[in-house]
C-alpha cells in the first residue's frame, strides 16, 4: 500500500476542507497513479469531491464511523484492521491511501511508500501530512519531476521510501 498527498513545506495539506495549493501536474499525477486501483480514504475526503461521489475508475473505500448519507458507490469500513481486510487480496501497489490526516496518520505505518508532490511554499493549514523528513523510519528513494504552478510555486515529486 502506498499514500499519495500534496503537501506544502510545513507538511501542511489542507484547510477547511480544502487543498492548499492549485496544481494541474499534481492532479494529472495523482490520477495517473490511482487510476485503476483502489483508494482509501475519510469521509471528509469523499465529500470534498465534486459530489460527494466516490473517484471514477477506481474502487473507493472510506474508513468513517459515520457511513450514512455517503454516495452508495462507495464501501464504507470502520476500522483500520476492516480496511486492511477489505484489500489484503490486492496488489498492494495499486492500493492508495490518499486522505486525509487521520486516516494519514492510521494507516502511513501499513504503506511501504509515500508520493510527496512537494510545493515549496508554506500557506495557513488545518490539516497536515506526518514529517517524513523528521522521521527515522522514511528515506528519500527518488526525486522525479519538477515544475512550477500557474501561481508560480515551485514543486517537486518526491518518493518516500518506508525503511
Not at 54 to 62: A, E, Q, S, T, W
Request: proline share 6%; aromatic share 8%; net charge negative.
Amino acid at each position: 500500500m502506498r499514500a499519495i498527498v500534496a503537501a506544502c513545506a510545513d507538511w501542511g495539506i489542507g484547510y477547511e476542507g480544502q487543498l492548499l495549493v492549485k496544481n494541474k501536474a499534481d492532479m494529472k499525477h495523482f490520477v495517473h497513479c490511482t487510476t485503476g486501483g483502489c483508494v482509501i480514504m475519510g469521509r471528509k475526503t469523499l465529500q470534498s469531491f465534486p459530489g460527494g461521489r466516490p473517484l471514477k475508475m477506481r474502487r473507493n473505500i472510506v474508513l468513517t464511523h459515520d457511513g450514512s448519507n455517503l454516495d452508495p458507490g462507495a464501501e464504507t469500513v470502520s476500522s483500520v484492521d476492516e480496511a486492511l481486510a477489505a484489500v489484503k487480496d490486492l496488489d498492494p501497489d495499486t492500493v492508495w491511501v490518499i486522505g486525509g490526516e487521520t486516516v494519514y496518520r492510521e494507516l502511513l505505518p501499513f504503506c511501504t511508500e509515500a508520493i510527496v508532490t512537494k510545493n515549496d511554499c508554506i500557506r495557513p493549514a488545518d490539516a497536515f501530512f506526518p514529517d517524513l523528513d523528521e522521521d527515522p523510519a522514511w528515506e528519500v528513494a527518488e526525486t522525479g519531476d519538477a515544475g512550477t504552478t500557474d501561481e508560480g510555486i515551485p514543486y517537486a515529486f518526491i518518493t518516500y521510501r518506508h525503511i
